[in-house]
């Protein structure tokens, strides 16, 4: 008996009671939904044409050309809509009002922002409920009136009021690290910090020899390791023992981080912010790592590029990510962090895929310039008192594999983990990790400990991993799916978790959110805006008790299915505004010039 709903090639199996078709799916969830009608959304949404899916009467339309397809395949929504957070409020109210200083504003009536309270409040959008999460947990919100949950802690006079009983223990805890000291940012800026371990080794880099004819004769070019051409000169030992010889640490006396059967949550741009890494930590993730930062904006002093560097005090293993591609740049920011964050590791990114990093020579293009790759490493070993990991993919070529090449050399530089992507850069996240490469690789890399990452969504996923030789697992997309994934790794099994139990998630999100980015009304739109990113991965999850077939594949795309509940049938939506209306619930309604296109589409279905 054939189904009464066509199921695609490359789609999960779902029990076909819960099968529906667009249209019917559309007319569900319209029934729950205020407004305007689902296929007026959907036109209004900002979505490029070539990022929806395509309905099955668009069959019969003729083939796409070529170009058309390829353009089709990009993973990115460029030239999407953004608006600033701090765009959303007309009118603000100077910081010296919102703390209650003793002293006047320093800028005086030259203050850009308002200064009268009453005035600020005519103008303020309405609260969004009666209790606040910051003043329920540390006893004091620092937003004061501008607060979008202002009436739980203000008094008739609208004065901010204080809970001493929970709010000295809370300010003599320390719960986010690494912020960036004004004092710093300002010697950054006019380059008044000085780098003297970066500098000796930078001194000690053979500079402009040409690389010596190949002994052995032109034919056997490709099996010499390219690394020898540029080999670092020995640092000159003449003259009298110094300070800095003694105190110096030999690569024994670093501080050692045992990485070996670690759940390693991966290093996510955007979405990989300190209140989603909050998440994973309570589902069980081992290791976290903040979001790839540049490290020229980082000695630039850029505080949203310091700011991916914060460490919750939850976070008992973690690290920061490090792009750059040269060995200046990258050895002085490696020194620049150890004298002033706290943090066990430090990672270099030589994996990511983009274009704006690939052309630069950054992410995967130091994977073909070895010499510049080693210079990096030694020298940011050189200067750093914690291990240097690296993250790299099989190569830059689909079918040419370059990293089995490039991890015995890795090991000679000093790396203490390397991180491997089971796909190609022209692969993206197209077709399956090659697990058997990265098992290859495992055994080149011993004794130094390589993690596999790539298509962990399930613990059979994990399981078939860890039956190869790596270290450790990195998990990556599957953490946004479901980050839940830690917990059914660690207890093996499947967990068909409620919608109810979801939302509660987006929940807490919301609550570290408002802790982190803050609940005026730039920080509530921070945070939805964050968890509408995240929403744009987690409407991929299918429910395990709607699967024909366990456990779901990370590139097997859902069809459309009926939920057990309304809340289950509208997280499964991928459309804008499904997922707005999921941020209504949890953050009010948006603003009137409110607008949302995700950062990424989904591009690794067949």
């Not at 741009?269 to 904006?297: H, I, Q, S, W, Y």
């Not at 089971?422 to 098992?439: F, L, M, N, V």
């Amino acid at each position: 008996m054939e189904s009464a709903v066509e199921v695609e090639r490359g789609t999960a199996a779902i029990k076909e009671q819960f099968l529906t078709t667009k249209e019917k799916f559309h007319a569900f969830l319209e029934l729950g939904r205020p407004g305007q009608k689902s296929e007026d959304a959907e036109r209004d949404s900002g979505e490029p044409e070539q990022k929806r899916i395509r309905l099955d009467s668009d069959g019969a339309q003729e083939e796409p050309d070529k170009n058309e397809k390829k353009k089709k395949m990009r993973g990115q929504n460029k030239s999407r809509p953004h608006m600033k957070p701090q765009s959303y409020e007309d009118r603000r109210l100077c910081p010296s009002i919102i703390q209650e200083r003793d002293t006047k504003c320093f800028y005086g009536d030259k203050c850009r922002f308002l200064h009268d309270v009453s005035e600020y409040m005519s103008t303020k959008a309405a609260d969004l409920g009666d209790q606040c999460y910051l003043f329920n947990t540390f006893g004091k919100c620092h937003y004061g009136v501008t607060c979008r949950f202002a009436k739980a802690h203000t008094s008739v006079e609208l004065k901010n009021l204080v809970n001493e009983d929970l709010y000295k223990p809370s300010a003599e805890r320390e719960t986010v690290r690494n912020h960036l000291d004004k004092d710093l940012q300002r010697r950054l800026r006019k380059k008044q910090v000085s780098f003297k371990g970066a500098e000796a080794y930078l001194k000690t880099v053979t500079r402009g020899k040409k690389p010596e004819e190949n002994p052995s004769g032109p034919g056997n070019a490709e099996n010499a390791p390219e690394t020898k051409e540029c080999a670092v000169s020995p640092v000159k030992t003449v003259g009298p023992i110094t300070d800095a010889d003694i105190i110096k640490l030999r690569p024994c006396e670093k501080k050692q981080v045992d990485f070996r059967d670690k759940l390693y949550l991966a290093p996510l741009t955007t979405c990989g912010n300190l209140p989603f890494r909050r998440v994973c930590k309570r589902f069980g993730a081992d290791v976290t790592c903040g979001e790839m930062a540049m490290c020229t904006n980082l000695l630039q002093g850029q505080a949203s590029e310091w700011a991916l560097l914060k460490r919750h005090a939850t976070e008992d293993l973690f690290g920061v990510q490090l792009e750059g591609c040269f060995p200046d740049t990258m050895t002085r920011c490696a020194e620049l962090l150890n004298q002033n964050i706290d943090v066990d590791f430090v990672d270099i990114n030589s994996g990511c895929p983009i274009d704006l990093v690939y052309k630069k020579g950054g992410g995967c293009g130091l994977m073909t310039r070895t010499c510049k790759f080693e210079q990096i490493v030694r020298g940011m070993n050189s200067v750093l008192d914690v291990p240097l990991t690296v993250k790299i993919r099989t190569g830059v070529q689909q079918n040419c594999n370059i990293a089995h090449k490039l991890i015995p050399e890795l090991k000679k530089w000093g790396v203490s983990l390397i991180t491997l992507h089971g796909r190609s850069r022209e692969q993206r996240y197209t077709k399956s990790a090659d697990w058997e490469y990265i098992d290859t690789c495992s055994k080149l890399a011993a004794p130094v400990p390589l993690f596999g990452n790539g298509d962990i969504l399930s613990y059979e996923d994990a399981m078939k991993a860890r039956e190869t030789g790596v270290s450790g697992i990195m998990v990556a997309r599957g953490a946004l799916i479901k980050p839940w994934l830690f917990t059914e790794i660690k207890e093996s099994r499947h967990w068909d978790i409620s919608s109810g139990e979801r939302l509660d998630i987006l929940r807490d999100f919301t609550n570290y959110g408002l802790e982190h980015w803050g609940s005026d009304t730039q920080g509530v739109e921070k945070t939805r805006s964050f968890m509408l990113e995240w929403l744009s991965f987690l409407c991929r999850y299918i429910p395990v008790g709607l699967l024909e077939r366990v456990p779901q594949k990370i590139n097997e795309r859902p069809p459309f299915y009926m939920g057990r509940d309304y809340m289950e049938s509208l997280m499964a939506s991928q459309h804008v505004g499904d997922w707005i209306q999921i941020s209504e619930m949890l953050l009010g309604p948006v603003p009137k010039n409110f607008s949302f296109l995700p950062k990424h589409k989904a591009n690794a279905y067949k």
